[in-house]
């Protein structure tokens, strides 16, 4: 039981980093109905991106919100360049659909990770940190860093934040028009490939922060930042693939779970048991707990 409460800090604080990124292809799956499989991939740019504005302004919060948002554009751009020409074709007859849309995700995937190094070397990169790796708050053997505080409440705030602005807001229900039927929604008036690249610019924007945070405490690395796309994806499930804030339930599901099963089982069963719970709730529950039925059918 020590040994658990040692380890709830940085359980919590992965918790948030796969909450992070896995609103990030939620977000964009709501949407568009696109399932985004360079979700890590998009992350890992947006982070160099970051660290990039940080070391030109010389200023980690200049840089982080200069960084974010260029991040963030990077996404709308992918969105009119890889999905629009799809969906045209598509709407016209041909016999390009929903899979040749997701198929595409994975060529941006390799095309990301053969221009990453082109552009920032293989080499990891140390990203400036303005956070203390010291424990800042301890309550008996559980203890956290300010940079894991930091990213908790990132998470929190952005998940609720955003899940707010899609109740309340007209950007929202435009969203939410457009995800439930996109034609009827153009029939309204609704810009659908405008509400698309925002939901894609969204997506970037927090795969990006929850990438910067791993790599603010590990370096940047283009192989492990990557990775944590594929990594992610039973925390999506979990939750729900169109539930963004069963994002951070099942993000923290995976956590507890790869924690408790490393301690007992030791690290190398850690994957080995997300996937297995992937398995587990496709069986019992293949929409994910907070999601809803008819995704099953996707």
Same mark, same amino acid.
């Given at each position: 039981?020590? +040994?658990?409460?040692? +380890?709830? /800090?940085?359980?919590?604080?992965?918790?948030?980093?796969?909450?992070? =990124?896995?609103?990030? &292809?939620?977000?964009?799956?709501?949407?568009?109905?696109?399932? #985004?499989?360079?979700?890590?991939?998009?992350? !890992?740019?947006?982070?160099?991106?970051? %660290?990039?504005?940080?070391?030109?302004?010389?200023?980690?919060?200049? /840089?982080?919100?200069?960084?974010?948002?260029?991040? %963030?554009?990077?996404?709308? $751009?992918?969105?009119?360049?890889?999905?629009?020409?799809?969906?045209?074709?598509? #709407?016209?007859?041909?016999?390009?659909?929903?899979?040749?849309?997701? =198929?595409?995700?994975?060529?941006?995937?390799?095309?990301?990770? #053969?221009?990453?190094?082109?552009?920032?070397? &293989?080499?990891?990169?140390?990203?400036?940190?303005?956070?203390?790796?010291?424990?800042? !708050?301890?309550?008996?053997?559980? /203890?956290?860093?300010?940079?894991?505080?930091?990213?908790?409440?990132?998470?929190?705030?952005?998940?609720?934040?955003?899940?707010?602005?899609?109740?309340?807001?007209?950007?929202?229900?435009?969203?939410?028009?457009?995800?439930?039927?996109?034609?009827?929604?153009?029939?309204?008036?609704? #810009? $659908?490939?405008?509400? *698309? +690249?925002?939901?894609?610019?969204?997506?970037?924007?927090?795969?990006?922060?929850?990438?910067?945070?791993?790599?603010?405490?590990?370096? !940047?690395?283009? &192989?492990? &930042? +990557?990775?944590?796309?594929?990594?992610?994806?039973?925390?999506?499930?979990? *939750?729900?693939?169109?539930?963004?804030?069963?994002?951070?339930?099942?993000?923290?599901?995976?956590?507890?779970?790869?924690?408790?099963?490393? !301690?007992?089982?030791? /690290?190398?069963?850690?994957?080995?048991?997300?996937?297995?719970?992937?398995?587990?709730?496709?069986?019992?529950?293949?929409?994910?707990?907070?999601?809803?039925?008819?995704?099953?059918?996707?």
């Amino acid at each position: 039981m020590q +040994a658990f409460v040692l +380890a709830l /800090g940085g359980t919590l604080w992965i918790a948030a980093v796969y909450a992070l =990124m896995s609103v990030g &292809t939620v977000v964009i799956f709501r949407t568009t109905r696109v399932l #985004n499989f360079a979700g890590g991939d998009v992350g !890992l740019v947006g982070a160099y991106v970051i %660290a990039t504005m940080i070391g030109l302004f010389s200023s980690f919060w200049l /840089g982080l919100v200069t960084g974010v948002l260029i991040a %963030a554009l990077g996404g709308a $751009v992918v969105y009119v360049l890889f999905m629009i020409p799809l969906i045209g074709r598509s #709407n016209a007859g041909g016999i390009v659909g929903p899979l040749a849309m997701v =198929m595409s995700t994975f060529v941006l995937s390799i095309l990301i990770e #053969n221009i990453v190094p082109l552009i920032w070397s &293989t080499s990891t990169r140390n990203v400036p940190n303005p956070f203390s790796n010291e424990l800042t !708050l301890r309550i008996g053997d559980f /203890g956290m860093t300010s940079l894991q505080i930091a990213t908790i409440v990132c998470a929190v705030v952005g998940i609720a934040g955003f899940t707010a602005l899609l109740r309340w807001t007209s950007i929202g229900v435009s969203m939410r028009a457009v995800s439930s039927s996109p034609r009827l929604a153009a029939g309204i008036g609704i #810009n $659908v490939h405008a509400i *698309g +690249a925002l939901s894609w610019a969204s997506g970037v924007f927090f795969s990006s922060l929850g990438a910067l945070s791993f790599a603010l405490a590990t370096d !940047l690395d283009p &192989t492990t &930042t +990557a990775s944590l796309g594929l990594a992610i994806f039973p925390a999506i499930i979990i *939750g729900g693939l169109d539930s963004i804030p069963g994002s951070l339930f099942g993000a923290l599901v995976l956590a507890l779970l790869q924690t408790i099963v490393g !301690l007992i089982f030791g /690290g190398t069963w850690t994957d080995v048991s997300a996937y297995i719970a992937l398995l587990v709730i496709l069986g019992v529950r293949p929409y994910g707990v907070f999601g809803r039925q008819a995704v099953s059918r996707l």
